[in-house]
């Protein structure tokens, strides 16, 4: 259990795990229950019902690092993201899994940026197939970079705008990239029918648009509440 509470610094945004972290370094033996401070995606894979096993948590933590590194340098996060990649990021992309069915094969995350939040469900769902889609180039030769080094074989890129797609997939996920009114057309025209499109942008109260129904993540969870917007084909 010490890698849940020691390890790297993008797993620790708060005051407390720094402490944490100072304790598991002056005191290499494992630590009494009490000052486990575990990371917000952690707890978001447990909100969800994920059981990680070791392997993912290791590439997660690859992966949380490289954002910070490669892409942050790059351009695919913003500069003044590194403090947030944990809680924002991680955590939140691993969230969309609540309402991935378990028998969809395909999800779709389209304008995945830096790989958000395709290249976390892709770790913490290795049954599903999962293609990162945009039509920035430099975005996806970053994309591609990401999937090469952290060994994701059920993850593939695609450099397409979303306007060109055409599909028939279980699973649409995008996070910041349209907005609910721009995505709703998209998800009708690309999902089988028993399909599932995921929304999710950065709001600070409660989204409602029509045709989604709004699904509200307690503040537990990530220390503020979250929202989702879910449409299911017909
Ligand atoms: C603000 S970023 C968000 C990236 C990521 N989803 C995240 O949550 O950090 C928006 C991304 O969507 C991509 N994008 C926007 N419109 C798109 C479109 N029509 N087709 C493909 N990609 C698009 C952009 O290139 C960019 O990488």
């Given at each position: ?7 790297s ?13 100072l ?13 486990h401070?575990?990371p917000h995606w ?10 990680l ?37 991680l955590?939140?992309s ?7 069915p ?24 290795p ?9 920035a ?29 055409s599909?028939?997939v279980?699973?649409i ?31 600070r ?29 017909e």
């Amino acid at each position: 259990m010490k890698s849940l509470s020691g390890g790297s610094a993008f797993l620790k945004p708060g005051s407390t795990t720094r402490a944490t972290f100072l304790l598991d370094f002056l005191y290499p033996l494992p630590l009494p229950p009490l000052f486990h401070v575990k990371p917000h995606w952690i707890r978001a894979a447990e909100y969800v019902g994920l059981d990680l096993q070791p392997g993912q948590i290791e590439t997660m933590e690859r992966y949380g690092l490289w954002l910070t590194g490669e892409a942050m340098r790059a351009g695919g996060i913003g500069p003044d993201e590194s403090e947030r990649i944990d809680q924002r990021h991680l955590a939140d992309s691993i969230l969309f899994a609540t309402e991935i069915p378990d028998d969809a094969r395909d999800v779709w995350d389209l304008g995945s940026g830096a790989g958000l939040p395709g290249i976390p469900l892709a770790i913490c769902l290795p049954e599903k197939e999962i293609v990162l889609v945009d039509r920035a180039g430099r975005r996806v030769d970053l994309l591609r970079r990401a999937v090469r080094i952290l060994g994701l074989a059920n993850c593939s890129v695609c450099h397409r705008d979303i306007a060109d797609l055409s599909g028939d997939v279980d699973v649409i996920v995008s996070r910041a990239s349209l907005i609910p009114e721009e995505l709703l057309p998209v998800a009708r025209s690309q999902l089988r029918p028993g399909g599932t499109a995921i929304n999710a942008g950065s709001w600070r109260s409660r989204p409602d648009h029509d045709g989604w129904t709004t699904i509200e993540i307690p503040p537990h969870v990530l220390d503020q509440t979250v929202w989702l917007l879910i449409m299911r084909q017909e």
